[in-house]
């Protein structure tokens, strides 16, 4: 690990303005970050611990919704009382991310920022665009079985890693932010995460000093949520495909975490959902959502993968009647 200089925050201003340095990096939990400057992927010159910072309450907002401060740990925000009630997509996807050991140190902020889990963005020996810009990508030609199907680019093919963040999206939550110059911003999730493009070592929309303060969940849609998670092995194993989904008749929603950059969510597929019989449901809203999938010969596995996990989800709802 290389050397680096230190501070503690005590305010989210202060934060914001500590981190302006090139090089600068927020650290919370740790859980991704410590890993990554232990092998020499991440580099930061200077750390500004933001663990101690107000940042860790979930409240009720004037509409309805929830705010989760960034700081609050997976473990609490998977436990609270209106995350299972009224958000148990939310709940379902935090608890079968990781280990409870990592789920009681990793941040809600944290989680948003993971970095990827491709094997070349983590063997330094190799080359990886994201790692080294302009390097290449290892990937295209080796081993992709893991990596994403849509929202790619020939620069990078990796896939965004959180199971949290899938739920989020499908809950239309958004992410509110502190400018280094005092300002606030919400943003949706589809405008925090960058596609990979040309520039695939740019992930998010964040700018220099820019910190994540907490999410925004909308009011509750109300509705069945499921949360369905295939992977190698029954834990602590990241996605292979998953599917998060709000059941609600002609209004239901649907996002898929494991198939691209960030987690996916097409409008076209919620439509076809509405339109198709429960038949032809899981297959028309796959289509719909991977219309431009360009998978490798290695991964083209999850897109028939993603069909049967929708397939099971929907069958197992009109049978049961699904369960909050």
């Known amino acids: 690990m290389r050397a680096f200089t230190y501070e503690r925050a005590t305010t989210p201003e202060a934060a914001a303005g500590a981190t302006l340095a090139e090089g600068a990096k927020f650290i919370a939990g740790g859980t991704n970050l410590l890993d990554l400057m232990k092998l020499d992927i991440e580099r930061p010159a200077h750390l500004v611990d933001i663990s101690r910072l107000e940042l860790n ?42 280990s409870g050991q990592i789920r009681n140190k990793a941040t809600t902020g944290g989680n948003l920022l993971q970095r990827a889990r491709c094997p070349y963005f983590y063997d330094t020996n190799l080359p990886c665009n994201k790692r ?26 990796a896939q965004h890693p959180s199971d949290m963040a899938v739920a989020l999206r499908v809950l239309d939550a958004t992410v509110n932010t502190l400018k280094a110059d005092g300002t606030g911003r919400t943003l949706a999730l589809d405008d925090f995460y ?59 929603r649907f996002a898929f975490g494991g198939v691209a950059p960030r987690p996916w969510r097409d409008p076209a597929a919620e439509k076809a959902a509405a339109d198709a019989g429960p038949a032809a ?28 996990t929708l397939s099971a989800v929907l069958e197992e709802h009109s049978t049961t009647g699904g369960q909050k």
């Open 57 to 98: 309450a979930v409240t009720d907002t004037a509409d309805g919704g929830l705010h989760v401060g960034a700081l609050v740990t997976n473990t609490d925000l998977a436990s609270h009382p209106r995350v299972r009630a009224d958000y148990a997509v939310l709940s379902r996807a935090i608890v079968a991310g990781a």
């Open 194 to 252: 960058r596609l990979p493009g040309d520039t695939p070592h740019l992930e998010t929309t964040l700018e220099a000093g820019e910190l994540i303060t907490g999410v925004t969940l909308p009011p509750p849609p109300g509705g069945t949520h499921v949360y369905r998670k295939v992977r190698d092995r029954a834990s602590y194993a990241f996605a292979l495909v998953s599917v998060a989904a709000v059941l609600n008749g002609r209004e239901s």
């Open 281 to 308: 449901r899981a297959r028309a809203v796959i289509d719909a959502a991977f219309a431009d999938a360009r998978p490798t010969e290695q991964n083209a596995f999850k897109l028939p993968l993603l069909r049967r």
């Open 132 to 157: 080294e810009p302009g390097s290449g990508c290892a990937a295209l030609t080796g081993l992709s079985r893991p990596l994403a199907v849509i929202g790619t680019s020939d620069a990078c093919i």
